[in-house]
């Protein structure tokens, strides 16, 4: 599994698309995982559900960086964050891969 | 020697910066918590208690004013047992994190403190500190990018961890990035 992290607008999924052209794309992971806090999911089970997902082929999974700001106001979106930052951590363990995208530039970091 | 570890939140800084400390080599690991204990933040040193567990570090707690904290620690030590501090050279502390320290010495008591004060005194702290220990491992935090336009307080609070950031990379021997568990030498 390839993990492609980066903030918002960065061009990750062109990243994706032109280095991994053959592999299926989970992209958007940030918002799936907030999805899943919104229907009460724990961490152990959305990381679980993510790795359900990715079972069968070559996958690239895409999700933005959260955690470079302020702590927000609103509890939901602390929680957000943070539940993303690790399960991200977690991801980027199990990669073969991981790049940090900016400016459309890739950077491997592992 | 300083090292200093940047990254945003749960981006596995800690985790990051306490193997740092462990792969030293150094016998006397400190581990000086900055995080004012509070119903909020219960569970965050709750968690990162937990993952120092084990790892064998003496916790100094001091929400500000960290200068000395490991000496007067280690005289009381030696008051209380008798037993020997142990030698500057065998000393490494893990300073956790600007973020917490700055917004304590900053916002106090109802007031906020203008931030040269507060940069110039942190510094002095962190000198001070460094000439205890053989080595420093200092973790701050990338809260700069969201965009967002804060009030006056929180903006004057930006610049002054900003600035404290530039400088402390200045100093450091090392500086490391961590982005998803990963470190990045910068």
Known sequence: MVLIVGGSYQGKIEFAKEYFPGSFVFDKLHLFIKQCLEE??????????????????????????????????DEGDVRWREVTGRILIELAREADRVYRVILGMGQRIK | MITLVYGGSSSGKSEFAENLVCKSGCANKYYLATMKPTPDTAERIKRHKNLREGKGFFTLEY?????????????????????????????????????????????????????????????????TLKDEVSSLVIVSNNVFEDGVSYAAGTKEYLRCLGGLNRTLAEMADKVYEVVVGIGIKL
């Open chain 1, 40 to 73: 009460d999911k724990s961490e152990a089970q959305i990381l679980e559900e993510i790795r359900k997902r990715i079972q069968t082929g070559d996958w690239v999974i895409i999700s933005d960086e959260l955690g470079n700001g302020i702590v927000p106001m």
């Open chain 2, 63 to 127: 929400e500000r004013d960290i200068v000395k904290a490991v000496y007067e620690v280690e005289k009381n030590k030696q008051e209380r047992t008798g037993i020997k501090a142990p030698s500057q050279s065998d000393r490494i502390l893990l300073l956790e994190c600007m973020s917490n320290l700055v917004a304590n010495e900053m916002f106090r008591e109802g007031k906020i403190m203008p931030k040269e004060y507060c940069e110039k005194k942190i510094i002095s702290d962190i000198m």
